[in-house]
């Protein structure tokens, strides 16, 4: 199982940017999928989160800003954020959570840098 995050990069306040992850090895349509985020010397936080039924959450501080969404087609999920702010910096891996019973599976991808600065 792998999941790819891609998207990353340096971009100025205000401006816009698009991850993604694209799964293989499972179905992404059947798992809840989620964006966390890392910024140096802080703890790993939820940003926004999607289940297989298609319901949205987002932590407070992204909220009308960014916007989560899945391709089951191409078996990805994407994570549009947009009116970036310095404090959005930071690596932001996808994750896929599902549990089945009273068993929890959880992958994680490798993780894509997100710097905003001017």
């Known amino acids: 199982v792998q999941l790819q995050a891609s998207g990353g990069g340096l971009v100025q306040p205000g401006g816009s940017l698009r991850l993604s992850c694209v799964a293989s090895g499972i179905i992404l349509s059947i798992w809840d999928m989620g964006w966390y985020r890392q910024a140096p010397g802080k703890q790993r936080e939820l940003v926004a989160a999607i289940t297989s039924g298609g319901s949205t959450d987002y932590a407070d501080s992204v909220t009308g800003r960014f916007t989560i969404a899945r391709d089951n087609a191409k078996n990805a999920v994407y994570l549009q954020m947009n009116s970036l702010k310095p404090e959005d910096t930071a690596v932001y891996y996808c994750?896929?959570?599902?549990?089945?019973?009273?068993?929890?599976?959880?992958?994680w991808g490798q993780g894509t840098q997100v710097t905003v600065s001017s």
């Open positions: 994750n896929a959570h599902r549990r089945i019973g009273k068993i929890d599976y959880e992958y």
